[in-house]
């Protein structure tokens, strides 16, 4: 087959559906099964031909990604239906489309080498006074944005360097934070952590758009969007640097203008095996671990971190970007360097502790090295969880105590699944007892004529598996960080993606995530790893909703039988049809009593 007959058949596949499958005028009736497998298999093709550097067949893919109108359906699902920021305008005022501005939206987008201004809104840095700015695009641009990361994302993820995490589809914090666990457990090492200054609104535009390297349609839409402008306040500003934080485009740009800087270490400090007294030496090559923005270096010689800062700084200055000062430091995980020991990243803290010859880490020869790492919850993260319990209880001070335990939950429960993977069992503790003490001077100050009794009977009871627990009369319990389970996380294997077609790989991975709760990690194994509304497989970023399959308003139970997962545009769809039958069936008895 040649290589325009191939092209063609890629485009039949991916061309708008015949009247007689569909009405491409309703946006109910697309078939989003068949969509998202068609935009699936060309993205995977564009992944492939990147692994092999075919650089025309997947500028050829792209192109007709770009125009096909199932990926610009998908596009827009993603906007309208599935992000977060759905219900944010831009400085057009749109959001929150109904189907018929759906479909209207489909048939506008196209690369026209324009943008509009981001709107500028300002939102509070966690942990400091600082104010981090976002640019919210229109929902066209995001759209359109969202289009383009499809075509886009598939090629970077071929070529993305395996020690990369943030802002990537397949990866996460825990991916990282293992990385630096299996890089150290049997070899203390020094560490440069660094953090980059204003990344995303620093970026040199021109050294950014040469490294993207694309073709020129594509190239004057993604430099529209760069210099597209800021409006803040209702003054109009432009923007010569930087990509702004909001738009859907704008971490992969991040992750393009930082690709290389992990081989640009490799390349000046490549692995060496010298001879020292006449002995065979092995110097291995430093390992760069970055999380967006933040990274660390690791060596066991102070010299060549040390070395690894200066070319990390040279090599950023080239895309517009420098260390900051206060967030950059050398130090050691086992032994104290300038006054301090380990590190903190990512909101764990890492450290090897001395100790006896049963507890240490061994190396792959058997021998004790004396020490052991631990990677435990960072007493910032831990003393900010727990102003937020204490900031809740509070605000409950006259709440009843079943609103109070269901406020708390949730934050009690997300915050131990996202450490779960760690040495956390201590610092669950802490917590828990300091959530006892808050709580014990809630109920005090409730109950001012009671004795310690009598306030312990009212709002403490005895649990199936704890003595004490914070509940209610009819059953309903404060979760205790301890109630979690510590559990490794499993790093992702080398430089796999999402793109590379293994779904039972991945769908099993989603269920072993950290931060999956215990029932949807449940849900995704009784399924398979698959949606029950629409037969697809659950991917990387995808929104999922627990749906109950017989709706409560019809008498169904809160019970794991009746419920199932789904994405979040499957649940809005399902919810609509029970809505439907509902009023149908109620319109019927109508007809029924009332004849006439």
Not at 13 to 24: G, R, S, V
Not at 168 to 181: K, N, T
Request: with cysteine.
């Amino acid at each position: 087959m040649s290589k325009a007959e191939q092209q063609f058949r890629i485009e039949s596949e991916l061309d708008t559906p015949k009247t007689h499958e569909i009405n491409p005028n309703n946006w109910q009736s697309i078939p989003w099964k068949k969509l998202a497998r068609q935009v699936y298999k060309l993205q995977k093709r564009i992944y492939q031909a990147a692994n092999r550097e075919d650089l025309v067949t997947v500028r050829q893919l792209q192109k007709t990604l770009l125009n096909s109108w199932s990926a610009k359906c998908i596009a827009v699902r993603k906007v309208t239906q599935d992000n977060q920021g759905k219900k944010t305008a831009g400085i057009d005022g749109v959001k929150l489309l109904a189907p018929d501005q759906r479909m209207h939206l489909v048939k506008s987008l196209k690369l026209n080498g324009k943008a509009n201004p981001v709107r500028r809104v300002w939102i509070p840095k966690p942990g400091t006074q600082e104010k981090r700015p976002l640019g919210i695009p229109t929902m066209y641009d995001r759209a359109l944005q969202a289009l383009v990361k499809m075509a886009l994302e598939p090629e970077w993820e071929a070529r993305f360097e395996p020690n990369s995490y943030g802002f990537r589809p397949g990866r996460s914090v825990h991916d990282a934070i293992q990385a630096i666990y299996l890089n150290i457990k049997q070899k203390a090492r020094y560490v440069l952590d660094a953090d980059i200054c204003k990344c995303f609104e620093r970026i040199n535009h021109q050294a950014l758009l040469a490294k993207l390297n694309t073709f020129p349609s594509l190239h004057r839409q993604i430099k529209a969007w760069l210099t597209a402008g800021i409006l803040d306040g209702g003054n109009l500003f432009p923007n010569h640097e930087g990509t702004p934080q909001g738009g859907v485009i704008s971490p992969l740009l991040a992750n393009i203008a930082l690709h290389g800087l992990e081989n640009h270490i490799q390349l000046a400090f490549p692995r060496r095996d010298p001879k020292i007294n006449g002995k065979k030496v092995t110097i291995r090559s430093p390992i760069l671990i970055r999380y967006a923005d933040d990274f660390v270096v690791l060596h066991e010689d102070i010299s060549i971190v040390q070395k690894c800062q200066i070319l990390i700084t040279d090599w950023l200055k080239g895309m517009g970007l420098e260390l900051k000062p206060s967030k950059t430091s050398l130090t050691h995980t086992f032994n104290e360097y300038e006054g301090k020991v380990g590190f903190d990243f990512l909101g764990f803290n890492i450290r090897q502790y001395q100790v006896g010859d049963y507890r240490s880490a061994k190396n792959p020869y058997g021998q004790i090295l004396g020490f052991k790492t631990l990677i435990t919850p960072s007493s910032d993260k831990l003393e900010k969880h727990l102003k937020d319990i204490g900031k809740i209880i509070d605000t409950h001070s006259t709440a009843p105590q079943q609103e109070l335990i269901n406020k708390l939950n949730p934050v009690i429960r997300g915050w131990a699944n996202f450490y779960s993977s760690g040495v956390s069992r201590k610092a669950f503790s802490k917590a828990d007892f300091l959530t006892y003490q808050k709580l014990r001077a809630w109920a005090t100050n409730r109950c001012t004529h009671s004795n310690k009794h009598e306030i312990a009977n009212k709002y403490w009871r005895v649990a199936e598996n704890d003595l004490w627990r914070f509940s209610t009369p009819d059953g309903c319990q404060l979760a205790k960080h301890c109630d979690t389970r510590i559990i490794r996380h499993i790093k992702v294997q080398g430089s796999r993606s999402p793109y590379d077609g293994n779904w039972v790989y991945w769908s099993s991975r989603m269920g072993h995530h950290p931060e999956v709760p215990t029932r949807i990690a449940s849900l995704l194994k009784k399924q398979q790893g698959k949606c029950t509304h629409c037969g697809l497989f659950f991917q990387d970023g995808d929104l999922m909703e627990v749906d109950h399959i017989i709706p409560k308003s019809k008498g169904g139970r809160n019970s794991y039988n009746n419920f199932q997962l789904l994405h979040r545009h499957c649940h809005d769809r399902k919810t609509a049809r029970d809505a439907s039958f509902s009023h149908a069936v109620l319109t019927q008895e109508y007809i029924q009593i009332n004849p006439f």
